[in-house]
């Protein structure tokens, strides 16, 4: 009985020692993660925000804290330890940090859900962000929306420099029409 009991505790070992390295890979993959507590949501609920997160490229998780803080701790990250108790559900950015914060922040909103969503903490990058952080992230614009307006914003003075150029020469042309023609007028 002792050896079946053994090998049990083994496998439960070796299956929370995997389960650590994966969450590992998760966060040191993730370009932002976002802690949550969601006390009283409905299973719709919960359902409807997980489509939501997938349609915006991130992978919403519910995992325990103890399993949360030794991938955390494996990665040198103890800012989290205070906000990991009670429920907790975790949001993991893979794409755009912004985006687990504005799908979060646009579904309470939407839903009116204030109480039953909380944000607890946040990591952008490795960089420990406390809920009102957070909240200012969700209003940040996407990451392509922000790389269109500094594209737009370094085409614009080269868009400006040809359009200078372009009117000089078109008054040069005028100009030496003008000139052509009251030769021909003479």
């Known amino acids: 009985m002792d050896n079946i009991q053994e090998v049990k505790i083994s496998q439960n070992a070796q299956n929370k020692r995997e389960a650590v390295e994966e969450i590992t890979e998760k966060i040191k993959n993730a370009q932002s993660v976002i802690v949550l507590s969601s006390s009283g949501v409905s299973v719709a609920e919960i359902t409807a925000l997980r489509k939501k997160f997938r349609e915006a490229g991130v992978e919403y998780k519910i995992l325990k804290n103890t399993l949360v803080r030794r991938a955390l ?5 103890f800012s989290l330890d205070d906000v990991l108790n009670g429920p907790s559900a975790f949001a993991f950015g893979l794409t755009d940090p912004v985006a687990p914060a504005k799908v979060i922040s646009d579904y309470m909103a939407e839903q009116k859900l204030n ?11 490795g960089t420990y962000m406390d809920p009102d952080a957070v909240k200012a992230l969700a209003k940040l614009p996407s990451k392509e929306v922000l790389i269109a307006k500094v594209m737009g914003s370094l085409n614009a003075p080269i868009t ?11 008054s040069l042309v005028y100009a030496v029409d003008a000139v052509r023609q009251q030769k021909e007028a003479e």
């Open 73 to 77: 701790e494996d990665l040198g990250i």
């Open 115 to 125: 109480n039953k969503f909380v944000i607890k903490a946040g990591l952008v990058e």
């Open 160 to 170: 400006n420099f040809v359009g200078v150029l372009s009117a000089t020469l078109r």
